[in-house]
């Protein structure tokens, strides 16, 4: 079964709006951790926010907030004021067990077009 | 500058060949990992290594082999038993502390032919 859903394969958004990319996951665990990653065309990845299942606030980093809506399993992203930058591919990943479980297990990702 | 690098960034081979990629970090993370990328899909975890001399298998090791003889390097050996081995890989790196977000190499895109 598949840890993390990205449901939505692409999505273009204009420039200085703000864009929700979603991810649900599916954890047995009570201790686990939620990642973003940018890819840009380049193909290097950029670590952008993270959550923990027991941290009581929204994460957030700039332009990056992550809203974890944790009943539903969901952590989606939200880029604020979307820069022609941020096009690239967007990946929700998930590190299950306590810590010191290495592990991530990535979604399938979102395409981000930024348009001026 | 810390980081990771990966070398050579493209690579050609012939099929039968087995070919090593590189990856060197020096940001004294104990912690690194090898992800085989393919065209519009996520990553995939093919071996990690949490010390010196000690490796796991991840989803999809068949076909690869890793050594970690050392803590600065992490090379992976495509094997001819590797079926379908042309794809994009991926290295990265972690501290191991709370957070232990994956600091991420630039890649080597592999075409096997």
């Known amino acids: 079964a598949q840890k993390i859903t990205q449901t939505q394969p692409g999505m273009f958004v204009q420039e200085k709006e703000a864009v929700t990319l979603d991810c649900t996951y599916d954890?047995?665990?009570?201790?686990?951790?939620l990642f973003w990653y940018k890819q840009p065309s380049s193909g290097e990845m950029i670590f952008l926010i993270y959550q923990g299942s027991y941290d009581e606030q929204n994460a957030t980093e700039g332009r990056y907030s992550l809203n974890f809506q944790k009943a539903r399993k969901s952590a989606n992203l939200v880029i604020s004021a979307s820069q022609l930058g941020d096009s690239a591919m967007y990946f929700c990943a998930m590190r299950e067990g306590p810590f010191g479980d290495y592990k991530l297990s990535f979604g399938a990702g979102t395409t981000v077009t930024v348009r001026a | 500058d810390g980081g990771i690098t990966q070398s050579p960034k493209y690579l050609f081979r012939k099929e039968g060949q087995n070919v090593t990629l590189s990856c060197e970090q020096n940001?004294?993370?104990?912690?690194m990992y090898w992800y085989r990328q393919d065209p519009g899909q996520g990553l995939r975890l093919i071996y990690y290594s949490q010390i010196v001399n000690d490796f796991q298998k991840g989803d999809i090791a068949e076909g690869y082999s890793v050594s970690r003889e050392k803590k600065e390097s992490f090379p992976l050996t495509v094997t001819s038993a590797q079926k379908n081995p042309t794809a994009f890989y991926l290295c990265a790196s972690s501290m191991g502390d709370r957070v232990d977000e994956q600091y991420f190499g630039p890649g080597t895109r592999l075409t096997v032919t």
């Open positions: 940001l004294n993370h104990d912690a």
């Open positions: 954890t047995s665990d009570q201790s686990y951790g």
